[in-house]
């Protein structure tokens, strides 16, 4: 079945700093692909998607693009905010369903 | 309604009890999903149903875990005889089933075996 690599965390960055967090993918078939967050205490949120090849998916100054040839999903934002703190969780479908796949995600914290 | 609901919020249980998790999903969607996420840890999934029709109950980790959706709408996921390693939050989800469409999370049941 499908799987995921996120990078370890936590992560820790200051206010305004550039944001990355690596998720590799392996796959049969063709996924979707999404991130979620989840803030302290509630239920996952979708940030963003893509559907297909070279697709972009952009939400709240966050971006990540569907790379086929290299199975990543990395998602990116220029300046985080302190409200950025959450677990970031990159996610493909599996196979042909709508069944999304979970890594461990990765925590951010976000100091001013 | 305008997001899945889950209820209880907050259930703590003593071992052995059975508890039942009810699930709302959006009005309209099809499918319908249970994550199972324990604490630190990214959700699992245990079952998956398209309408009434449970399609898939790979993740089930027993068979003191069963899942129905008998009108296809409203889910419980009921736990028999609960143990200590069942606490976890239990996240319901649903989507209207076309590939791509987004799955909309619930702020999850928290279970508690004492």
């Known amino acids: 079945g499908n799987s995921v690599t996120q990078m370890e965390g936590p992560v820790t960055l200051s206010e305004e700093a550039f944001l990355t967090i690596n998720c590799t993918y392996t796959a049969t078939g063709y996924p979707s692909l999404f991130w979620y967050v989840q803030y302290p205490g509630e239920g996952l949120q979708l940030l963003l998607k893509a559907t297909k090849a070279d697709d972009k998916g952009s939400n709240k100054g966050f971006e990540a693009t569907y790379r086929k040839e290299t199975t990543s999903f990395h998602l990116e934002k220029g300046s985080v905010q302190v409200s950025d703190s959450a677990v970031y969780f990159c996610?493909?479908?599996?196979?042909?369903?709508?069944?999304?796949?979970f890594g461990k995600g990765t925590k951010l914290t976000v100091n001013p | 309604g305008a997001g899945v609901s889950q209820s209880p919020r907050y259930k703590v249980a003593k071992r052995g009890q059975d508890v039942a998790l009810r699930c709302d999903p959006i009005?309209?969607?099809?499918?319908l999903f249970w994550y199972q996420q324990a604490l630190g840890q990214g959700p699992e999934f245990l079952t998956y149903f398209q309408n009434e029709a449970q399609l898939d109950k790979s993740g089930l980790p027993s068979d003191r875990f069963f899942a129905e959706r008998p009108e296809g709408s409203v889910s419980t996921l009921k736990i028999q005889r609960t143990q200590q390693e069942d606490s976890a939050v239990y996240l319901c989800?649903?989507?209207?089933?076309?590939?791509?469409?987004?799955?909309?999370f619930g702020e999850g049941s928290w279970l508690t075996v004492v």
């Open positions: 996610t493909p479908t599996q196979g042909g369903s709508e069944k999304l796949v």
């Open positions: 989800a649903s989507s209207n089933r076309d590939r791509g469409n987004t799955i909309y």
């Open positions: 009005s309209g969607h099809v499918s």
